[in-house]
Each structure stands twice: as structure tokens, then as C-alpha cells.
T-cell receptor, first 111, second 114 residues
Framework: QKEVEQNSGPLSVPEGAIASLNCTYS??????FFWYRQYSGKSPELIMF????GDKEDGRFTAQLNKASQYVSLLIRDSQPSDSATYLCAVTGQNTDKLIFGTGTRLQVFP | DTAVSQTPKYLVTQMGNDKSIKCEQN?????MYWYKQDSKKFLKIMFS???????INETVPNRFSPKSPDKAHLNLHINSLELGDSAVYFC?????????????FGPGTRLTVT
């Protein structure tokens, strides 16, 4: 079982729709959860982080964490073609800052 | 005013050579990391340093040796380069000592070994 699992996609959504990206993790002691966006040929860019159960909103992005079910999701409202990228889920274990990454979900937003 | 910077951006070299990649951050962070992203785009941690002290050392061949002259710099030296070392290497930093685990990445160094 992979430590952090994501559907590789591509996830295709029309412009203006909500894109929903999901991630599950295996370490029940995981404490910190991150979403990074990576454009082709570029470095990962931190877009959201969440540490507590529930929702966290920042602009068009909402991160959702459910520790009991061991999943974290990212919602992108009003998706734009510029949101087309690979989204990486990353998780830290208990008492460590070591990030474990998923393999990423490729998002395509078409006009 | 780049937050995390790396040099060089591209590195093409032959098998058996020794090369170094440099990383600097001006965010005032205390912890720095090296990651490797392979051809399948999987990103995996290699090392982390906190205030010049090695904290994380994943199962990386000992041909890879990180060095941190101060908490703003973390360099990666690679001896006897092999074809399988071809990848993109990212440096990152965080303020882990302050409980801020958010990591910020540099632009990456694309290493090609021929």
C-alpha cells in the first residue's frame, strides 16, 4: 500500500466548474497535510495546508481533512484554464517534518 | 528577491564525474531539504538539515553528500555520477523549529547524466 495515494487522472473539468481532488494516506498518526501545484517544468508551489479536521478556505481553494477516514481533498471553485497543472498531496507523519508525496493528479480545465 | 534559489538550473555531465548543486534561502528558515523528482514525476525526500545538523537521511547512496555551511545554505555534492542519477533535484526550506511545517521549494536543478 502506498503511503499517500492519489488518482493520477487526468481530471478534466470545464471552465467555471468545481474541480475536486482527493488523497488518502496510510499513517494514522499523520499530522500535517499539504497541497502543492506543479506546472510542467516548474517547481512545486504550496497552495494550501491544513492541520485540523474540517474545511479550510483560501480564495477559490478549499482543503478538507477527515482524519478518521484518512483522506484530504482539495476543491477548486470557478476553475480556470490556468489551474491546469499537476496537484500533489503531501503528508507529514507524527512528530516529523518529513513530507511524503503522492504521485499527483493531473487537472485539465478546458474552456 | 527569490526566496529559495538553486544553481545551476541545468547540469549536463558524463558518467563518473563529480558535481555539486547549491541552494540558498532568504526566508530566515531553520530547516532545509533536498528532494529528487524522477522521470515519473515522483517527488521523494533525500535529506534534511536543521541549523546545519543532518536530521533526515533517507536511503540514498553515499555518493550523495549534503553540506550545510550555515542555516541559509544547503549544498548537494554527488560523486561518481550514474545514469540513474538523472532527475530534477529540488531544494526546499521551512521554519520547522517554529512548528511551521510548510515547505517552500526552489526552482529545481535538472541533472542529465550521459
Amino acid at each position: 500500500q502506498k503511503e499517500v495515494e492519489q488518482n493520477s487522472g487526468p481530471l478534466s473539468v470545464p471552465e467555471g466548474a468545481i474541480a475536486s481532488l482527493n488523497c488518502t494516506y496510510s499513517d494514522r498518526g499523520s499530522q500535517s497535510f499539504f497541497w502543492y501545484r506543479q506546472y510542467s517544468g516548474k517547481s512545486p508551489e504550496l497552495i494550501m495546508f491544513i492541520y485540523s479536521n474540517g474545511d479550510k478556505e483560501d480564495g477559490r481553494f478549499t482543503a478538507q481533512l477527515n482524519k478518521a477516514s484518512q483522506y484530504v481533498s482539495l476543491l477548486i471553485r470557478d476553475s480556470q484554464p490556468s489551474d491546469s497543472a499537476t496537484y500533489l498531496c503531501a503528508v507529514t507523519g507524527q512528530n516529523t517534518d518529513k513530507l511524503i508525496f503522492g504521485t499527483g493528479t493531473r487537472l485539465q480545465v478546458f474552456p | 528577491d527569490t526566496a529559495v534559489s538553486q544553481t545551476p538550473k541545468y547540469l549536463v555531465t558524463q558518467m563518473g564525474n563529480d558535481k555539486s548543486i547549491k541552494c540558498e534561502q532568504n526566508l530566515g528558515h531553520d530547516t532545509m531539504y533536498w528532494y529528487k523528482q524522477d522521470s515519473k514525476k515522483f517527488l521523494k525526500i533525500m535529506f534534511s538539515y536543521n541549523n546545519k545538523e543532518l536530521i533526515i537521511n533517507e536511503t540514498v547512496p553515499n555518493r550523495f553528500s549534503p553540506k550545510s555551511p550555515d542555516k541559509a545554505h544547503l549544498n548537494l555534492h554527488i560523486n561518481s555520477l550514474e545514469l540513474g542519477d538523472s532527475a530534477v533535484y529540488f531544494c526546499a526550506s521551512s521554519a520547522a523549529n517554529r512548528g511551521e511545517n510548510e515547505q517552500y521549494f526552489g526552482p529545481g536543478t535538472r541533472l542529465t547524466v550521459t
